[in-house]
């Protein structure tokens, strides 16, 4: 049965979300701890990076990037399934480079000028500069300490999900792959979707990969179909888009659920 969601339903599934982030059970893979301060956000973030078992200098491998990814968040179970994926030959060994919260719904924010918004995220609009933080302080920090090529993704859930959709339309440039799961986009009255379409037509010749989700959550899969339908009709193609619907998953459910069909579909083979 879908669920309707009202707006303290959506801000109680926004506490629980983080509830599980910041008490993850997960078995913590082994990783590096990187602390830079950032003069961009006028404070210091701490990343959490995981390379894989045979890595070597001699070699260039792509990164996995991932807000929400303190050794508290989702970086536990994101590394732990990367590496059983690439064991077993499903996806290429890469790096995966964890972004740790400090201000989680300001830096994953745009504007909003929605009431029922500034209840659930007092402090906003954060997302552009932390987009300008991840590329002009931690892409630089990251290429000079390991051996990467120019190969790039991004990967997230919720909030960090409308982080993602909205990167994509608005510096398609920074990232190849764009991997979002059950995003938030009812957020500012859904205007990333209401303006998917004048995004698309005008959208990089750059070839792009994206995947999104839909769980059983009003407030999210509405607008999620809505997106499909955008880049149904109006997709280039020069972006490989899939959409999956999963109405027999939770909001709180659904990245453990579909996170291994994303990383098949989406990253480097």
């Not at 950032?38 to 491998?61: C, G, H, M, Q």
């Not at 991840?134 to 919720?158: C, H, K, V, W």
């Not at 909205?166 to 792959?177: N, Q, S, V």
């Not at 972006?239 to 990253?267: D, R």
Request: glycine share 4%; with cysteine; proline share 5%.
């Amino acid at each position: 049965m879908k669920i309707r969601l009202s707006g303290l339903i959506i801000v109680f599934l926004i506490l629980i979300s983080a509830c599980q982030q910041t008490t993850s059970t997960n078995p913590i893979p082994k990783h590096e701890i990187i602390t830079i301060d950032s003069k961009v956000l006028n404070e210091k973030r701490t990343i959490t990076v995981w390379t894989p078992t045979d890595y070597n200098s001699a070699n260039d491998y792509p990164v996995l990037y991932m807000p929400d990814g303190g050794i508290k968040e989702d970086f536990p179970h994101i590394a732990t399934t990367i590496a059983e994926l690439i064991d077993k030959g499903d996806i290429a060994p890469l790096i995966l480079v964890g972004i740790e919260n400090t201000v989680r719904r300001r830096d994953l924010t745009g504007l909003s000028d929605v009431k029922q918004d500034a209840e659930i995220a007092p402090v906003t609009d954060g997302s552009t500069e932390f987009r300008k933080f991840i590329e002009t302080e931690l892409f630089p920090d990251i290429e000079n300490r390991y051996s990467t090529n120019n190969q790039r993704a991004i990967i997230g859930e919720s909030v960090a999900g409308l982080f993602i959709v909205e990167t994509f339309f608005l510096r398609p440039e920074m990232f190849d792959i764009y991997l979002a799961i059950d995003p938030s986009l009812w957020w500012n009255n859904n205007q990333l979707v209401q303006n998917a379409t004048a995004h698309l037509q005008n959208y990089t010749d750059k070839p792009k990969k994206i995947w999104f989700t839909g769980s059983d959550a009003e407030d999210i899969y509405l607008h999620t179909e809505a997106l499909q339908k955008a880049f149904t009709a109006n997709a280039p193609d020069t972006i490989e888009w899939t959409y999956l619907s999963q109405p027999k998953e939770h909001h709180h459910t659904i990245f453990k659920a579909t996170k291994v069909k994303a990383f098949k579909w989406g990253l480097w083979k």
